[in-house]
């Protein structure tokens, strides 16, 4: 009878061992929380899973989603923000719940984290703390009250420029090339200068009040290709508060967050705005100037 005991004690002791690396490992894990629920993108749900998914597979994201209703104002919609380390929108709809958006200005003013992808931009146009926030948006009817546009002219140099007009505004999708501006932030260390990206909409005409903004990544909005002939901001940060904000125009369509290029930027801004560090890699199959590189998804 001796042996049997000690068995069941050096299995209880490593199930104890295996449930405490189990939590470690959990409580690591940075928490997120996705908004969606409306969209004038009718892909949104399947780009939600896989921003999801891409998040997930690093092993350094533990991920929630917060689904509005489907139409109008939604008066139940109050996700618990400040249980996140960071949240990334892929919502372009109706006004939150006013205590729902005190409450995500609070929770950013406090050290929040935010990713702000595609059509996020477009939401909101007249909640002056999300266009803050956000730095840039299109759509929603802003305007020259909204703030500037931005943008690089031909010399790199940033230009505000508070000419009238509608803001945003893309031609036809084409694949394009990112030129990394600023290769010493943690997001885009170690990217190559330039590299092409997926087919996709290059939003340009953005504007808003782009304060405590950093370009670190531009594309060329060629007139050819129904552009403004300008370098317009493709990866940037905002600072707000104590909160971070990473936003990235790109991610049109599911084949264009296909792009390695796309979910690295994505992976490493959602890191950077939850933590200003960043740990996880360029990838191998990373775009070069010359081709894209493209992960298929799946249905
Ligand atoms: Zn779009």
Redesign the pocket.
């Known amino acids: 009878m001796k042996p049997f005991p000690r068995a069941i004690a050096i299995i209880a002791a490593f199930l104890c061992v295996a449930q405490l690396a189990t939590w470690a490992s959990a409580d690591e894990k940075l928490k997120v929380l996705i908004v969606d629920g409306q969209n004038?993108?009718g892909v949104w749900p399947k780009t939600t899973q896989m921003m999801k998914r891409y998040l997930e597979d690093t092993k350094r994201f533990q991920v929630d989603i917060a689904t509005t209703a489907p139409k109008g104002s939604d008066p139940e919609y109050k996700p618990t923000f400040s249980k996140y380390n960071v949240v990334l929108s892929n919502y372009n709809g109706a006004a939150w719940p006013q205590a729902t958006q005190e409450a995500f200005v609070d929770y950013m003013k406090q050290g929040g984290g935010l990713v702000v992808v595609?059509?996020a931009n477009?939401a909101f146009g007249d909640w002056d703390e999300y266009n803050k926030i956000i730095g840039l948006g299109g759509w929603g009817g802003r305007t020259e009250r909204s703030g500037p546009y931005v943008y690089l002219n031909d010399e790199g140099k940033l230009v505000r420029d508070t000419s009238p007009g509608r803001g945003g505004h893309?031609g036809p999708q084409h694949p394009f090339t990112v030129i990394v501006r600023d290769g010493e932030h943690p997001i885009t260390k170690g990217m190559p200068r330039e590299w092409l990206h997926v087919r996709?909409?290059l939003?340009d005409m953005l504007r808003g009040p782009a304060e405590n903004m950093q370009v670190l990544a531009t594309a060329y909005a060629d007139k050819d290709k129904g552009g403004t002939g300008r370098h317009e901001p493709m990866i940037f940060t905002v600072s707000y508060g104590k909160g971070r904000v990473f936003h990235t125009p790109m991610?049109?369509?599911d084949y264009s967050q296909e792009c390695v290029g796309f979910i690295t930027t994505l992976l490493r801004g959602t890191e950077w705005a939850a933590t200003g560090k960043v740990t996880l890699p360029i990838p191998d199959d990373f775009p070069t100037a010359d081709n894209i590189s493209q992960r298929a998804f799946g249905n």
């Open positions: 004038n993108h595609h059509a477009n893309h996709d909409e939003y991610g049109h369509g």
